[in-house]
């Protein structure tokens, strides 16, 4: 394959020139409009990515077929990190026991993104729906798309993070280019509107989401739009209730960060926390419910129908008959010295993915043993020259899922050093170098470092509730029995519930958070029936 034009490249190895040249024609067929269509065979894989990176060319998918192809799918992310690799397997493969572990096998080592299904008729819709998620999600991590967004400013500054943040919990994809000049921070949207140093709310409005909602009633109010709150927006709407939900940010929560979710269930491919809150907030929205984003709830009062739910800034005051908290949680903040003149300067907590191109070829630390912590270093690891996770403990097994060690273990930039703290953080302006402690031996190292993205824990959202709503020692949420209520998940205050992280003893994975926000609105509908007044 000869790689010369300047169109993104979909390139495909396969030593099969039948099945080469089938998946090359339904490919050609579909994309080669905007996209080079270019085929190999194994051998000539590394010689044509070599090629193209040579010419300047860039690669969006690369597909490959057998175990030797996976294994050379590795090296596409060296050269081209915003591609995406697919194995070819043929349709059933799945229920191909050896097949199955080699897929495994090639995921866990970090050699490919997903498995793609051969295509079996002209046209495969099938094939298809896979290539254009792959497509997307390279777009997605070039910052292009439809609701794309270019901020300018200083990449490794405060501000950049700020804006950053904020378009990674609305959503929107983004990329960050340094200003030509000394010139105020900006965002540019794809519609052309320019916002010179917009604060959060401003920014959330231009980008079409509601931050303004005029004082109504509800039948729910959900306080919170990460996994839980989400999850209790969609049952509460699609059951006939109506609902508002709240959240003093975009949406997603924490979970809105993750790079890549790969347990979620019915997405075997894996999926963008990102992409999933924003699935889940349109489902909502086309069952009915109402939203505010960029408003910070800042009281819950007894009310004529039950609750008066306020927000801060002259924001909503929405009347309700039950109430679903869902506050979520907050990354702990470290307290090194130096942690905190550079926060956001080098130093970043639940950072946003899309910050991981700034520390192209750069030596970037990881604080944190749980499953956010293992995507982060994963993702990071695309750009970053070497990646180093510090965790607390002697193992990562009681804290990280399974998958995520595997792959940790098997991608050669990424390091984990155990019983290691932050002991201080150095640089003027932005990060240094960080002193790292050793609590085993009680010797301390300075290293040169890039970024510290912190993942280690977190606190509750609750300070602000009611005296009523009875909290633990750590300050979350206890429901149920424990709490004195009737129902599951409902609080100490009748007609408030609690899902996901907030509440006490929750399971921190998004699933269980989804599911949590079901219940509780099962509880509302209970809770209801015996207030009919309300």
Known sequence: MTASTRKPLLVVADDDPAGRARVLDELSRRYSGDYAVGGCTIDELETTLDQAQAEGDDVAVCLAAGEHGAELLAGVRARFPAARRGLLIPWLGWADHALGELVLRAMAHGWIDLYVLRPTQTPDEVFHRTISELLQESARLKGRGPAGAKVVADPRSRRAHELQSTLAGLGIPHTVIAPEEDAAPS?????????????????????????ELEAHDADLVVV??????????VYGASEGLQTTVLDGGGVGGQAGSSSLIRNYLGFPR?????ELAQRAYQQAWLFGARSQVARRVVALEPGERGFVVRTADGGAEVSARAVVLALGVEYRRLDAPGCVDLEGAGIYYGASM???????????????GGNSAGQAALHLARYADRV??????????????QYLIDAIRNTPNVDVRYSTEVSRAHGVGRLERLELLNTEVGETETVSAAALV????????????????????????ITGTAAGAVRLLETSLPGVFAAGDVRADSVKRVAAAVG?????????????????SR
């Open 224 to 233: 919170g739009a990460g996994p839980a709150g989400l999850g209790a927006a």
């Open 454 to 477: 912190v993942l280690i824990g977190a606190v509750p959202h609750t300070a602000w509730l009611p005296d009523e709503i009875a909290l633990d020692d750590w300050g979350y949420v």
């Open 187 to 211: 965002v540019s949207l794809a519609d052309g509107t320019v916002l010179v140093d917009p604060t959060a709310a401003e920014l959330a409005q231009a980008c079409g989401f509601p931050i």
């Open 354 to 368: 899309s910050e991981a191109q700034a520390f192209a070829g750069e030596d970037v630390y990881v604080v944190g």
């Open 270 to 274: 894996g999926l963008g926390g990102g």
């Open 516 to 532: 949590e926000g079901a219940l509780a609105v099962s509880g509302v509908h209970a809770y209801l029936a015996e207030a009919p």
């Open 388 to 401: 180093v996770i510090l965790v607390r403990s002697r193992s990562l097994a009681a804290s990280m899922s």
